[in-house]
């Protein structure tokens, strides 16, 4: 009787996790980490000559123009750039740095305001270990590193 009853409220926080997952995606951006709509908020800007204003800024909201949903994520200053990490191990199964790969054009949506802007993936490997020197420090608990990162510059469009 007692498994019934657990197996009943394993089932309900099941449906109620998927119901989550659904009704995010009819936000106005994400739902913490769970992908949300598509922005239909937001204040225009113009793209930055610098992005110091966005360093203390942990996460910020993006969105890309090849897909319906937005998420939280990381955002980096190096230099007067910006920069958009990629943990290529968390969350498992995740393809927006595939997409913003073959197609980059998005929009990043920071204290309400929305920045139109080119993901650009970072080849120069002395770029990247800069970037991830500055990725420890800036997220000390960040994710797990096993499979490395990827880095976007942030590019105007």
């Known amino acids: 009787m007692t498994l019934r009853w657990l197996a ?13 997952f659904v009704a995010a995606r009819f936000m106005d951006g994400p739902l913490g980490i769970i992908p949300g709509g598509t922005f239909r908020s937001g204040e225009p800007a113009t793209y930055p000559a610098k992005w110091s204003f966005a360093e203390p800024i942990e996460t910020i909201e993006m969105q890309l123009d090849a897909g319906d949903t937005s998420r939280n994520t990381w955002i980096l200053v190096h230099g007067d750039g910006a920069y958009i990490p990629a943990s290529l191990s968390f969350p498992p199964g995740k393809t927006w740095h595939l997409e913003a ?36 420090t800036k997220y000390a608990t960040g994710a797990p590193d096993d499979a490395g990162y990827w880095f976007f510059a942030v590019d105007p469009r």
Do not use: H, K, P
């Open 8 to 20: 009943y409220a394993l089932v309900g926080v099941a449906v109620m996790i998927a119901g989550m």
């Open 101 to 136: 790969d073959q197609e980059g054009a998005a929009q990043l949506r920071i204290e309400r305001r929305l920045y139109d802007v080119t993901l650009r993936r970072i080849s120069d490997t002395e770029l990247a270990t800069q970037l991830t020197t500055t990725l420890e």
